[in-house]
C-alpha cells in the first residue's frame, strides 16, 4: 500500500519557524521527484516547493523563495519543508506529492498537514 504520511504541522505565530516532514512508504521513493502543496481556507491548491529525484534541483513558487526550504534523504524515504518567517497567509493544509518526472501528473498524494499562523 502506498502512503505518504505528513507531520510537523501545528500552530505558530507570524515570525515562527515549522519543519515539515513526509515519510513515503509503498513505492520507490527515490525515483520520484517530489512536492509541496497547499491549500489554505476556501481556496484552490497552491503549488509551494518541489525537489529532484536526487534533490540536486530545487524550485519554490515566488512567494516562499528565500523563507522556505525543500529538501529530502532518500535513505529515510523523506521529503522536508523548513517554513521561516511565516505569516497569516501561510495557514493552509500542506500536503506532500510525488510524481516520476516534474512535468508528469501527481502519482501519490499525503493526507496533508495542517498549519495555522496566529497570534
Known amino acids: 500500500e502506498v502512503q505518504l504520511v505528513e507531520s510537523g504541522g501545528g500552530l505558530v505565530q507570524p515570525g515562527g519557524s515549522l519543519r515539515l516532514s513526509c515519510t513515503a512508504s509503498?513505492?520507490?521513493?527515490?525515483?520520484?521527484?517530489m512536492s509541496w502543496v497547499r491549500q489554505a481556507p476556501g481556496k484552490g491548491l497552491e503549488w509551494v516547493s518541489a525537489?529532484?529525484?536526487?534533490?540536486?534541483?530545487?524550485h519554490y513558487a515566488e512567494s516562499m523563495k528565500g523563507r522556505f526550504t525543500i529538501s529530502r534523504d532518500n535513505a529515510k524515504n523523506t521529503v522536508y519543508l523548513e517554513m521561516n518567517s511565516l505569516k497569516p497567509e501561510d495557514t493552509a493544509v500542506y500536503y506532500c506529492?510525488?510524481?516520476?518526472?516534474?512535468?508528469?501528473?501527481?502519482?501519490?498524494w499525503g493526507q496533508g498537514t495542517q498549519v495555522t499562523v496566529s497570534s
Open positions: 506529492a510525488g510524481r516520476p518526472g516534474e512535468s508528469s501528473p501527481y502519482d501519490y
Open positions: 509503498g513505492f520507490t521513493f527515490r525515483d520520484y521527484a
Open positions: 525537489i529532484t529525484w536526487n534533490g540536486d534541483s530545487t
